[in-house]
């Protein structure tokens, strides 16, 4: 499969990630009466993710986060000579995505991105408050759960079928987890696709966003793969 074509699928992977999971929330997480809440964000993301991994798993590998591409190159999954070009993908997709949703919900009356628009945060943007050592360390821990979990699951021993409703539901975890805590991450492209329409101190925190799942996604494959992984 050629280079362009499995770009072409991360950057629509990621915009059904985008789409499906922040869309989620800006849209459905507190409507009146009828509201999805945290646990059916946690829902969407999961169901996005692992809806992918079986549409374009087989053409990309599904990675649609730069920190599940960053932790396969670090954990020899993945051609480091081919990175670059699947994060610009990832981020491109995402940027649509969260494009896209500005368009539809600006078409309520009373709309203000500013508000949120589905941003990770922390300190006082954090949905309750945590700090940013905390986001930290959240981010960086749940990161490399996700990496190992990835790692695991599509181990070439392991029940490659089921690999999509493994890592599915480990994102739907992840985000039950922090979503009180950053609103949930672990995906770069995620946390810039809506920061850029939130337009100020959720690109001001972006970078956090940006470093921790990396550090965590280089962190979970490398101890899987030195420690975990039966090569045999």
Same mark, same amino acid.
């Given at each position: 499969m050629s280079l362009t074509k499995r770009c072409s699928a991360e950057f629509f992977g990621t915009f059904w990630l985008v789409f499906g999971g922040c869309g989620s929330a800006?849209? #459905?997480? @507190?409507?009146?009466?009828?509201?999805?809440?945290?646990?059916?964000? #946690?829902? @969407?993301f999961g169901l996005t993710l692992l809806t992918m991994?079986?549409?374009?798993?087989h053409i990309s590998g599904c990675h649609i986060n730069p920190a599940v591409t960053f932790g396969l190159v670090a954990g020899g999954r993945f051609p480091g000579r081919e990175l670059v070009p699947y994060v610009i993908a990832q981020v491109l997709g995402g940027i649509a995505a969260g494009a896209v949703l500005y368009l539809i919900a600006s078409g309520k009356m009373g709309f203000d991105a500013s508000s949120g628009f589905a941003s990770n945060g922390y300190g006082e943007h954090s949905p309750d408050h945590y700090s940013l050592m905390a986001a930290l360390i959240a981010e960086v821990v749940l990161t490399a759960f996700f990496l190992l979990i990835i790692m695991g699951a599509t181990h070439k021993r392991g029940?490659?079928?089921?690999a999509g409703v493994a890592i599915g539901l480990s994102l739907t975890?992840?985000?039950?987890?922090?979503?009180p805590i950053t609103n949930t991450s672990v995906n770069p492209a995620r946390s810039t696709a809506v920061a850029l329409f939130q337009g100020s101190w959720a690109v001001?925190?972006?970078w956090l966003f940006w470093l921790a799942p990396i550090v965590g996604g280089i962190i979970g494959a490398v101890t899987y793969r030195a420690l975990l992984a039966n090569e045999d």
């Amino acid at each position: 499969m050629s280079l362009t074509k499995r770009c072409s699928a991360e950057f629509f992977g990621t915009f059904w990630l985008v789409f499906g999971g922040c869309g989620s929330a800006i849209f #459905a997480a @507190a409507f009146p009466e009828l509201g999805i809440g945290f646990m059916g964000v #946690a829902l @969407a993301f999961g169901l996005t993710l692992l809806t992918m991994c079986y549409a374009i798993g087989h053409i990309s590998g599904c990675h649609i986060n730069p920190a599940v591409t960053f932790g396969l190159v670090a954990g020899g999954r993945f051609p480091g000579r081919e990175l670059v070009p699947y994060v610009i993908a990832q981020v491109l997709g995402g940027i649509a995505a969260g494009a896209v949703l500005y368009l539809i919900a600006s078409g309520k009356m009373g709309f203000d991105a500013s508000s949120g628009f589905a941003s990770n945060g922390y300190g006082e943007h954090s949905p309750d408050h945590y700090s940013l050592m905390a986001a930290l360390i959240a981010e960086v821990v749940l990161t490399a759960f996700f990496l190992l979990i990835i790692m695991g699951a599509t181990h070439k021993r392991g029940h490659a079928g089921l690999a999509g409703v493994a890592i599915g539901l480990s994102l739907t975890l992840i985000h039950l987890i922090s979503i009180p805590i950053t609103n949930t991450s672990v995906n770069p492209a995620r946390s810039t696709a809506v920061a850029l329409f939130q337009g100020s101190w959720a690109v001001e925190q972006l970078w956090l966003f940006w470093l921790a799942p990396i550090v965590g996604g280089i962190i979970g494959a490398v101890t899987y793969r030195a420690l975990l992984a039966n090569e045999d």
